[in-house]
């Protein structure tokens, strides 16, 4: 047998102490199908005396990580920090320069500087691998990249974020608070350092942006995600979706359209007969539709320390056989430039919740903002009746232009008849 691969592991947290947990419970088959050994020789965390579950007594310790890079010993190093910037970035940036592979879980790091460590990769020759960094155990950026790899891509989506999956789930099934169940997620390791990443569907865009990279083959661009996390997802909508046959998912979606690429990341209302309805709890789902493979889903557990360890040592693997595919599929300078398109110029159908003074001609006023921006009503339903006190009343339009809706959600909420903010819920196929 050769000889090892050398890991240097730059974080102890979930991902970090769990890849170690893989690479001892696991040896035996991991060096078989690595064809060699793959062994963790240098680590660095911040606090030497923490607990990490597994041993680290042996290794050598880092209190700076960047200088993992400059390991003569180290063949490969796994970033599992976080963060776009700082040491993670630092780290990249002198892993990739040194020559060495590097192996990273950062969907924030991937999305905001992913092009440039791709050409940085490309130009020395080592591999930049994240099958970890989107859907956690689910080998989606394999799936995207090589399964898929003889196909036209025409649209990629997914539940991206086992957190908001996990609260939306704990909010329908057991009716708890969404601060509550958030509070869950943390202690149980799913959550990003900062859970607003989570909860503001930060985290799902940095993954989406990832996959419409690999899947339209184009640079990252995730400044061109549109982004709406779950934080006004109420319990009065979620009974709605379920009357009307939906449930409420966080979903990312990226499409290839005549304009361009649309890529975005907002609650959606899902008929509760897509298989992607019924992805729940912290698993996620990918869906990618091919010209020829046609419809493929993918689901798994999206985060937590076993299904990113295993996520992070199947890329040890590859880099120990020497398997090695370009960071997005093709070379840099094949990569495609498709423009980005606007939100205000996707084309689907809304649901509308409103709290609205019980009394006649309310819901003409509503319908008649709808006439004048050309929005085409599908059903109504209204809830309750307590005159002269606010009740909920549901639109559903027929498919529409996000612009119209914008200007129609504007006029509606200044009606002095409509007590709160009126709820928008997109509806998606699934
Ligand atoms: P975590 O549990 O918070 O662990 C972060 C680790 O980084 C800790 O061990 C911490 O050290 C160490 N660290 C922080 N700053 C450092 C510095 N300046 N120098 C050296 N070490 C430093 O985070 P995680 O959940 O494992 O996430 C790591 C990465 O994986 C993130 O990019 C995250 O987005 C991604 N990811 C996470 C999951 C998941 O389910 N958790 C899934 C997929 C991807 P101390 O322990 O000493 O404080
Ligand atoms: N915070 C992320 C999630 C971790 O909840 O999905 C996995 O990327």
Not at 9 to 27: F, I, S, Y
Not at 111 to 130: D, I, R, T, Y
Not at 349 to 369: E, F, H, K, Q, S
Not at 413 to 419: D, G, Q, R
Request: glycine content about 10%.
């Amino acid at each position: 047998m050769s000889r090892p691969l050398s890991v240097a592991v730059a974080g102890l947290g979930t991902v970090g102490a769990g890849v170690l947990k893989v690479l001892r419970d696991n040896a035996d088959l991991v060096s078989a199908r690595a064809g060699r050994p793959i062994a963790v020789t240098a680590v660095s965390a911040r606090d030497r005396s923490k607990d990490r579950g597994v041993p680290v007594a042996g290794l050598r310790w880092y209190d700076d990580p960047v200088a993992l890079a400059s390991d003569p010993s180290v063949d490969v190093v796994i970033e599992a920090i976080g963060g776009s910037e700082g040491s993670a970035r630092a780290l990249a940036d002198a892993t990739i320069a040194a020559g060495k592979h590097l192996v990273t879980a950062n969907k924030a790091l991937l999305a905001v500087h992913g092009a440039e460590l791709a050409a940085a990769a490309e130009a020395k020759g080592v591999s930049l691998a994240f099958e970890a960094a989107v859907a956690g155990g689910i080998p989606a950026i394999k799936a995207v990249r090589e399964g898929l790899a003889a196909n036209r891509i025409s649209r990629v989506a997914g539940i991206l974020n086992g957190t908001c999956n996990y609260i939306l789930t704990q909010m329908r099934e057991h009716g708890r608070e969404f601060a509550d169940v958030l509070a869950d997620a943390q202690k149980l390791g799913y959550a990003e350092a900062d859970p607003s990443f989570d909860v503001d569907g930060i985290d799902a865009a940095h993954k989406l942006a990832i996959l419409a990279a690999l899947a339209f083959g184009r640079p990252v661009a995730f400044d061109s995600v549109y982004v709406e996390g779950i934080r006004r997802i109420s319990a009065v909508d979620i009974g709605f979706a379920t009357e009307l046959g939906y449930r409420i998912k966080l979903l990312g979606l990226a499409r290839q359209t005549e304009q361009g690429i649309e890529t975005r990341v907002h609650p959606c209302m899902v008929p509760q007969s897509a298989p992607i309805a019924r992805v729940d709890g912290v698993f996620n789902a990918v869906v990618a539709e091919g010209n020829f493979v046609g419809r493929v889903m993918l689901e798994g557990r999206g985060a937590g320390e076993g299904p990113t360890a295993s996520a992070v040592v199947a890329d040890l693997i590859d880099i120990a056989r020497g398997r090695f595919t370009p960071v997005w599929g093709a070379s840099g300078s094949a990569l495609s430039h498709a423009p980005s398109v606007p939100m205000s110029a996707h084309v689907g159908a809304y649901y509308l919740r409103l709290m609205v003074v019980d009394r006649p001609g309310v819901i003409a006023d509503v319908t008649a903002v709808l006439r004048d921006e050309g929005i085409s009503l599908e059903s109504m339903l209204q809830r309750g009746r307590s005159p002269g006190e606010a009740v909920p009343v549901v639109l559903v339009t027929h498919e529409t232009r996000e612009s119209a809706m914008s200007k129609a959600l504007a006029k509606i909420a200044a009606l002095n008849t409509v007590m709160e903010d009126p709820a928008l819920i997109r509806i998606e196929a699934g």
